[in-house]
């Protein structure tokens, strides 16, 4: 059975799928899709519906939030040499 989870914060594609794929492995196998995320509407008031094999808890959503903000903040200003 799959739970569908709404993030209601800014994060990154590349972020949200790379944690999914921590928690959940890979997003397609052989016998079907595991997990999937699609952005709903756009701006400051877009989020996330995330559909994965178990509901993502408040404590699994805040640590995404976190990595989510640490890595907004390592891209900020670009590279330092």
């Known amino acids: ?6 993030i209601k914060y800014d994060v990154l ?9 921590e928690q959940f492995g890979p997003g397609e196998t052989e016998y079907g899709t595991v997990w999937s995320c699609m952005l709903v509407g756009a701006g400051h008031s877009s989020m996330w519906q995330v559909t994965a094999p178990r ?19 390592r891209h900020a200003f670009g590279r330092r040499g």
Request: hydrophobic fraction near 35%; avoid cysteine.
């Open 1 to 6: 059975m799959a739970y569908t989870t709404a």
């Open 13 to 21: 594609e590349n972020v949200l799928r790379a944690w999914l794929q």
């Open 55 to 73: 509901e993502i808890t408040s404590d699994e959503r805040d640590q995404l939030k976190l990595r989510a903000q640490r890595s907004r903040r």
